[in-house]
T-cell receptor
């Protein structure tokens, strides 16, 4: 069966360090993979999209990698700040249909 | 633009009652999605529309759930009769094939509690 797995345990890191979140998938051949941020009591907010022919994508302090051989995407936040504390969801995109992972909660400690 | 608007923000109802959730997508967006989020199952797609037409409703849990989009600026998700296991946060999202064709914009959600 198709699965999108993210570390269900919360990730606690010190302010200023790089946070790395993992998204693994099985039985998908996605053309696109997306990352969203969700704050408590709010809807997810789109952050980045990476295509299957792109190894890496950057946006300000964010970096996403996409390894279709390993079936894995890594999401990095460099120079992390307490304001980065949130739940981060990866999502695999089919034709206009997006399937989400359960998310990883990131806590950046001052 | 005000973003995706959902109402009500919170709904508490008794088992067996009808519940109607409402969504106004971003103007100009031609795709509308209904999701349900729970701790156990995460964010699940229930149904999505393109140009007001339902395209995929395979995520709708059962016949108690129905969704309509009578025009480009309004959609409803109805649960009748409601059950305690329907308790969740329901999100509406919209998108377009415009400048950012794959970016979905989510509303603030409706927290539904069925007692």
């Amino acid at each position: 069966s198709q699965k999108i797995e993210q570390n269900s345990e919360a990730l606690n890191i010190q302010e200023g360090k790089t946070a790395t979140l993992t998204c693994n998938y099985t039985n998908y051949s996605p053309a696109y993979l997306q990352w969203y941020r969700q704050d408590p009591g709010r809807g997810p907010v789109f952050l980045l999209l990476i295509r299957e022919n792109e190894k890496e994508k950057r946006k300000e302090r964010l970096k996403v990698t996409f390894d279709t051989t390993l079936k894995q995407s890594l999401f990095h936040i460099t120079a992390s700040q307490p304001a980065d504390s949130a739940t981060y969801l990866c999502a695999i995109r089919g034709y206009q249909k997006v399937t989400f992972g359960t998310g990883t909660k990131l806590q950046v400690i001052p | 633009d005000a973003g995706v608007i959902q109402s009500p923000r919170h709904e508490v109802t008794e088992m067996g009652q009808e519940v109607t959730l409402r969504c106004k997508p971003i103007s100009g967006h031609d795709y509308l999605f209904w999701y349900r989020q729970t701790m156990m199952r995460g964010l699940e797609l229930l149904i999505y529309f393109n140009n007001n037409v339902p395209i995929d409703d395979s995520g709708m849990p059962e016949d108690r759930f129905s969704a309509k989009m009578p025009n480009a600026s309004f959609s409803t998700l109805k649960i009748q009769p409601s059950e305690p296991r329907d308790s969740a946060v329901y999100f509406c999202a919209s998108s377009t094939h415009g400048a950012s064709p794959y970016e979905q914009y989510f509303g603030p959600g409706t927290r539904l509690t069925v007692t």
